[in-house]
């Protein structure tokens, strides 16, 4: 189905792009807000979380607004395949798939943002350990992709695979801040192993590439034994462990345009950063209206499960250009200010779904090698 091609080969965020996995979201019509999602989007969750949780977690999404996201991410697709990409697809998820481990029971949730789950090194897929249960097999609907890869001569490694029972998860970020999770614990349905505790537990999009560099935030222990893991498996690469720089993902916090220049979600995640990354030249989210954020509250739906600041989360298709969502002029004009192409592309429902246009995508062949950004 795909063209075996060459296999992967992708090490930074901006080197030009001439393959990519755009995600797909058909019938993401519900969010399964049980205790490891509730713990995951902790922090944009805490101020709506009621007692949705229990026998029936499941939070319905209206399908006007899954097809308004499919029509957004088909926009997607054709921007990018005009700029000359080859833009490969996940398999068609099922409609109201569930999931039965032997510890839990969980909705599956479509493989649309497929930078969660995988990080590509170089040449080698890696597939990560899934923080939240509903998200367990979604790679499954990438391997066909992952099998064509790996025949063109790609590695291909996964992270040991998390059982996520009752003890699985550690809230060892919110305890430093002071932070109280229960409210998102409460009501566990699921079972543990005898002896087993906190796992390894990590990210894909807790990464941020810079050639033969890697920033990995590691914000408690499940992350701790994932950057061990990849120390271990990736001797010639360098990973920078970022200190709790977030409570999980980083794509909407540090973005790099190109070596020397990125975006910051603000001046206080400097200090997070390497050294020589605290010299580069810094763009930081201009002001934006807020009314180009959709409200939900009609249909019953109060959650934002991202920040404002998704909208940062961009994709380079090279040094020089960048696809940025439409509803964000203001970072348009910012980006052409400095020189950039952007190619603009509508993106409304990113605060119900969760992910922006770097979160949509898995760039898998880009021009750049493991180059030394930050000697
Ligand atoms: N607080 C997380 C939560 C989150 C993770 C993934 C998402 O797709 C959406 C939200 C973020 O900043 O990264
Ligand atoms: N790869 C991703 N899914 N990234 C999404 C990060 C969203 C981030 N939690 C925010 O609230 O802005």
Same mark, same amino acid.
């Given at each position: 189905?795909?063209?075996?091609?060459?296999?992967?080969?992708?090490?930074?965020?901006?080197?030009?792009?001439?393959?990519?996995?755009?995600?797909?979201a058909?019938?993401y019509t519900a969010h399964?807000?049980?205790?490891?999602?509730?713990?995951?989007?902790?922090?944009n969750?805490?101020?709506?979380?009621?007692?949705?949780?229990?026998?029936?977690?499941?939070l319905?999404i209206p399908?006007q607004l899954v097809?308004e996201l499919?029509?957004d991410?088909?926009?997607?697709?054709?921007?990018?395949?005009?700029?000359?990409?080859?833009?490969?697809?996940?398999?068609?998820?099922?409609?109201?798939?569930?999931?039965?481990?032997?510890?839990?029971?969980?909705?599956?949730?479509?493989?649309l943002?497929?930078?969660?789950?995988?990080?590509?090194?170089?040449?080698?897929?890696?597939?990560?350990?899934? @923080?939240?249960?509903?998200?367990?097999?979604?790679?499954?609907?990438?391997?066909?992709?992952?099998?064509?890869?790996?025949?063109?001569?790609?590695?291909?490694?996964?992270?040991?695979?998390?059982?996520?029972?009752?003890?699985?998860?550690?809230?060892?970020?919110?305890?430093?801040?002071?932070?109280?999770?229960?409210?998102?614990?409460?009501?566990?349905?699921?079972?543990?192993?005898?002896?087993?505790?906190?796992?390894?537990?990590?990210?894909?999009?807790?990464?941020?590439?810079?050639?033969?560099?890697?920033?990995?935030?590691?914000?408690?222990?499940?992350?701790?034994?994932?950057?061990?893991?990849?120390?271990?498996?990736?001797?010639?690469?360098?990973? @920078?462990?970022?200190?709790?720089?977030?409570?999980? @993902?980083?794509?909407?916090?540090?973005?790099?345009?190109?070596?020397?220049?990125?975006?910051?979600?603000?001046?206080?995640?400097?200090?997070?950063?390497?050294?020589?990354?605290?010299?580069?030249?810094?763009?930081?989210?201009?002001?934006?209206?807020?009314?180009?954020f959709p409200k939900y509250d009609?249909f019953?739906f109060v959650i934002p499960i991202a920040?404002?600041?998704i909208?940062?989360?961009?994709?380079?298709?090279?040094?020089?250009?960048?696809?940025?969502?439409?509803?964000?002029?203001?970072?348009?004009?910012?980006?052409?200010?400095?020189?950039?192409?952007?190619?603009?592309?509508?993106h409304r429902h990113r605060r119900l779904f969760g992910g922006?246009? @770097?979160?949509?995508?898995?760039?898998?062949?880009?021009?750049?090698?493991?180059?030394?950004?930050?000697?």
């Amino acid at each position: 189905m795909t063209d075996p091609a060459s296999g992967a080969n992708s090490f930074d965020e901006w080197t030009r792009l001439s393959q990519v996995i755009v995600g797909r979201a058909e019938y993401y019509t519900a969010h399964d807000l049980d205790t490891s999602w509730r713990l995951f989007f902790f922090d944009n969750v805490a101020p709506t979380l009621g007692n949705e949780g229990g026998a029936d977690p499941l939070l319905a999404i209206p399908e006007q607004l899954v097809d308004e996201l499919n029509e957004d991410i088909a926009g997607l697709v054709d921007a990018l395949t005009g700029c000359g990409v080859s833009v490969l697809r996940p398999a068609t998820p099922g409609k109201n798939v569930d999931i039965c481990s032997p510890l839990w029971n969980a909705r599956a949730t479509p493989p649309l943002n497929v930078r969660d789950q995988t990080i590509v090194l170089g040449n080698t897929i890696v597939e990560t350990a899934p @923080h939240v249960r509903s998200r367990i097999f979604e790679n499954d609907l990438l391997k066909p992709l992952f099998y064509s890869y790996f025949e063109g001569g790609s590695n291909w490694l996964s992270m040991p695979r998390p059982a996520l029972g009752r003890d699985s998860l550690d809230d060892a970020y919110f305890r430093r801040l002071g932070i109280d999770v229960s409210r998102a614990t409460e009501g566990e349905t699921a079972l543990g192993i005898d002896g087993l505790g906190l796992e390894l537990v990590f990210d894909g999009a807790q990464c941020m590439r810079l050639g033969r560099d890697v920033l990995v935030n590691v914000a408690n222990r499940n992350h701790e034994l994932a950057l061990r893991w990849l120390t271990v498996n990736f001797p010639h690469m360098r990973f @920078h462990r970022l200190d709790g720089i977030a409570d999980n @993902h980083i794509d909407s916090v540090v973005v790099p345009l190109r070596p020397g220049l990125m975006l910051l979600r603000s001046p206080k995640y400097l200090a997070f950063l390497p050294k020589e990354m605290q010299a580069w030249d810094v763009i930081y989210p201009p002001e934006t209206d807020e009314s180009t954020f959709p409200k939900y509250d009609d249909f019953g739906f109060v959650i934002p499960i991202a920040s404002r600041y998704i909208d940062i989360n961009v994709l380079s298709i090279d040094e020089e250009t960048v696809v940025v969502n439409s509803h964000y002029p203001e970072l348009i004009s910012v980006l052409e200010g400095r020189g950039f192409t952007v190619v603009p592309v509508r993106h409304r429902h990113r605060r119900l779904f969760g992910g922006g246009f @770097h979160c949509f995508t898995l760039d898998t062949v880009r021009a750049g090698g493991c180059e030394d950004y930050l000697g």
